[in-house]
C-alpha cells in the first residue's frame, strides 16, 4: 500500500515536538519493513529539517501532496481534537484512516470519529499503552555545546561580535548535531543559570564539541578533553587567537575569515580522530595550565 502520515508536526499551525516526530519515526520503520510505501508529511517549518529520501519512504509538504495517489491516511502521536484533525478527515475522505499513538479525549468528537481505526496510546476505559516515542528508530548524533558572546566593549572599533554570532548562529542551523545553548555566567538566582563553575564543566564534559567566540568556552572545553572549534571575534585578534596559542590549538578562526566552508573544515577536525586526541593531550596538559603565572605570583608575594 502507498500511506501518507501526517500529524500535529505536519500542519501548519500544529505543534511539533520530539515525541510527535520519534512517534512518526517509529510508524515509518514498522511500515517500510513491512514493504508498504510511505510519505511522511511535515509543515513549512519542519521541511526544513526532513528532506531526505530513504529505502521505501518519501518527505513532502503536508500542504502540496496529492490525496489521489494514497490507499491509506495515518493520524500519527497527538490528542484527537481540533479543526485541524477535522479538516484531515475532509481533505482525505476518499481514503482509508487511521490514527494511531493518540490520546482520545472524547470518543464522540468528530475527529475521532471520522477515523476507520483509532488505535491508541491512551483513551477512557482502556488500558494506556507506551508511547511509540519509546521506540528506537533514530541513530546517535553529536551533541555540540555553543558559547557565543555579544558583549566585550573593551575592545571598541575592532569588535565584530554581532557578525561572528549571525555568521556562527547561521551556520549552526544546518548542522545535523543536538545543539545546546551554554552561558559561562552564573547566577545562583537562576535555576536556568549554573550556580557554580562545576555545573558548567559538567555539561561540557559530557558534549562531543564545543562551538565558542568565548575564552573561556575554549579553555573549559579542552579541560575536559573536548574538541573546541574557537572563532575569536575581534579584528585582528584579541584574546581568544592568545588562548589558542598558549594551548597550541589549531582549531581557530579570525573574525576575518569566518564563512561556511571554513566552519565546516574546522568543525569536520574537531570530530576526527585526531582532533579528539588533541583534546585529550589537551586535558592531560591541563594538570600544568597557569604554571608560570602562579609561579610569578609566588615570586611576586
Excluded at 589549531?250 to 564563512?259: G, K, M
Aim: proline share 5%; charged share 20%; glycine share 10%.
Amino acid at each position: 500500500m502507498r500511506v501518507l502520515i501526517a500529524g500535529w508536526s505536519s500542519v501548519l499551525h500544529g505543534e511539533a515536538t520530539a515525541g510527535d516526530v520519534l512517534a512518526v519515526e517509529a510508524v515509518t520503520a514498522h511500515l517500510t519493513a513491512g514493504g508498504h510505501d510511505v510519505v511522511r508529511t511535515w509543515s513549512p517549518a519542519m521541511s526544513l529539517a526532513h528532506r531526505t529520501r530513504g529505502p521505501g519512504w518519501a518527505d513532502a509538504r503536508y500542504d502540496d501532496v496529492d490525496p489521489a495517489g494514497f490507499d491509506a491516511a495515518l493520524w500519527v502521536c497527538g490528542p484527537l481534537t481540533g479543526e485541524p484533525v477535522r479538516e484531515f478527515h475532509e481533505r482525505f475522505a476518499p481514503l482509508r484512516r487511521i490514527a494511531v499513538g493518540v490520546s482520545v479525549l472524547d470518543a464522540a468528537d468528530p475527529a475521532v470519529t471520522g477515523f476507520h481505526v483509532v488505535v491508541p496510546r491512551d483513551a477512557q476505559g482502556a488500558a494506556p499503552q507506551p508511547d511509540l516515542a519509546a521506540r528506537p528508530a533514530v541513530g546517535a548524533v553529536d551533541v555540540v555545546g555553543v558559547f557565543l558572546t555579544h558583549g566585550q566593549g573593551e575592545y571598541g572599533t575592532r569588535r565584530r561580535h554581532e557578525a561572528v554570532s549571525a555568521a556562527v548562529g547561521d551556520w549552526l542551523g544546518g548542522l545535523d548535531v543536538a545543539r545546546l545553548d551554554l552561558e559561562t555566567r552564573l547566577d545562583p538566582r537562576d535555576w536556568r543559570m549554573p550556580a557554580r563553575a562545576g555545573h558548567v564543566l559538567a555539561v561540557v564534559s559530557r558534549l562531543d564539541v564545543v562551538v565558542t567566540s568565548r575564552l573561556h568556552g575554549l579553555v573549559l572545553a579542552l579541560r575536559c578533553g573536548v574538541p573546541a572549534l574557537a572563532v575569536d571575534p575581534v579584528d585582528g585578534g584579541g584574546k581568544v587567537s592568545a588562548q589558542a596559542a598558549a594551548w597550541g590549538w589549531p582549531a581557530l578562526l579570525a573574525a576575518e575569515d569566518v564563512d561556511g566552508d571554513r566552519l565546516d573544515e574546522r568543525f569536520a577536525w574537531c570530530r576526527s580522530a585526531d582532533g579528539r586526541a588533541a583534546a585529550a593531550a589537551a586535558a592531560r596538559a591541563a594538570a600544568t595550565a597557569g604554571d608560570a603565572q602562579l609561579a610569578a605570583l609566588t615570586g611576586a608575594l
